[in-house]
């Protein structure tokens, strides 16, 4: 099995994406799937998209591609069955595609510094969270999004705004989710700011429970 790992950037761009790679291609390593990280835009074709069993984004910002083809290539994609796995700041990416804004499930909007908080498990049932525990605690860059995306998505996780200090969504603001309502399977997590982030086992299994829900197990 092959997973993309795509970070491009043409907007802002997280010091963290090298241990993110890293990260992931351990992952791959160790539960014998490989991963393919790249950050050139050719890779956003049928041909090339049809290799892969999911694709993810690893911070990615602004554009994915300078051709409007690439568009097409990964709608295709993901109508077509394929799989879709958004980290951190793949929600500050292509604001102005209306397809891409339902992919991902939310845009961001803002955040505070960073800082700890309490993170809330609402599904222990999904790849994702069964491994965490009801109430999480770590330190992380906590996005405020554009909408609340829970009428269209499946909340799995959602972050406790009285323990931390500048949330603006109020007392229902979700982190991580899923959702199959465009052909493909797609998963978003808003953790992973920090390089320190890629350390931790608990969000490794994070990461690796969401790409197992995206290619679909």
Do not use: K
Request: proline share 6%; aromatic share 10%.
């Amino acid at each position: 099995m092959r997973i993309l790992v795509y970070s491009r950037t043409t907007g802002f761009r997280h010091d963290s994406i090298p241990a993110g790679v890293a990260a992931l291609t351990a992952l791959g390593r160790d539960h014998r799937f490989e991963v393919v990280a790249t950050e050139d835009p050719a890779v956003l074709t049928p041909g090339e998209l049809a290799g892969f069993a999911a694709v993810t984004f690893l911070s990615t910002s602004g554009t994915i591609s300078a051709d409007p083809s690439a568009r097409d290539a990964l709608e295709r994609y993901v109508r077509d069955g394929g799989g879709f796995a958004g980290i951190h700041a793949a929600s500050t990416t292509e604001y102005d595609w209306p397809f891409f804004g339902e992919l991902v499930g939310a845009r961001f909007d803002r955040h505070p510094d960073v800082q700890p908080a309490r993170l809330l498990v609402e599904d222990s049932a999904h790849p994702a969270t069964a491994h965490l525990p009801a109430v999480w605690s770590r330190t992380d860059e906590w996005y405020d999004f554009r909408t609340n995306p829970r009428d269209r998505v499946r909340v799995l996780l959602r972050v406790d705004e009285t323990s931390y200090t500048g949330g603006a969504m109020g007392a229902d603001h979700p982190l991580a989710w899923c959702h199959d309502s465009l052909g493909g399977r797609s998963f978003y997590t808003a953790l992973g700011h920090t390089a320190e982030s890629y350390a931790e086992p608990a969000v490794l299994g994070h990461l690796l429970g969401g790409i197992r829900y995206a290619t679909g197990g």
